[in-house]
């Protein structure tokens, strides 16, 4: 087995033995400290179970996106992240308080507070109401750029 082969097999065990979270009334996989590897593997293979699913008719929810935008942000491709937030509202599944959180947060490490401002405008928008992660990541944010 050479490395890359190892490398997916401790990613695909340290989800599988992962600790259960609650995101939105469904029981999904955490990982602690996963290195960037370990996300990247997980993002390429959740990448392809979601090009499976659209394919054969199985509209992806809000849990399904938000994986998918977390971890473009935690493997440094935060663009990606945003293209697949616009995906996700582009094919009708409306992005949730968690969604818009973790956009802005993703923006606030990346010192793009500005488009974090945009994102945190657009939520009252679209009607939904700001909660404690969303001002503590902004004020986190703000304060990462230097303007309290």
């Known amino acids: 087995m050479n490395t890359n082969e190892s490398r997916i097999k401790k990613a695909k065990t340290l989800l599988r033995s992962s600790p259960l979270s609650n995101q939105g009334g469904k029981t999904i996989p955490r990982l602690r400290n996963p290195d960037e590897m370990t996300v990247s ?33 935690l493997t ?9 937030f616009k995906i996700m509202a582009d094919k ?12 802005i947060n993703g923006y606030c490490k990346t010192n793009r507070i500005d488009e974090a401002m945009c994102a945190f405008r657009e939520m009252s928008v679209k009607g939904l109401i700001p909660d ?10 703000f304060f990462q750029v230097g303007r309290p």
Not at 132 to 141: A, E, F, N, P, S
């Open 41 to 73: 593997v997980l993002l390429i293979e959740a990448k392809e179970v979601l090009d499976v699913m659209i394919w054969r008719g199985i509209e992806p929810d809000a849990v399904t996106y938000n994986y998918l935008i977390d971890g473009y942000y």
């Open 76 to 84: 440094n491709i935060m663009d990606e992240a945003v293209k697949a």
């Open 132 to 141: 404690v992660v969303t001002y503590t990541t902004l004020i986190r944010g």
């Open 92 to 103: 009708g599944c409306s992005p949730t308080n968690f969604s818009y959180n973790i956009l």
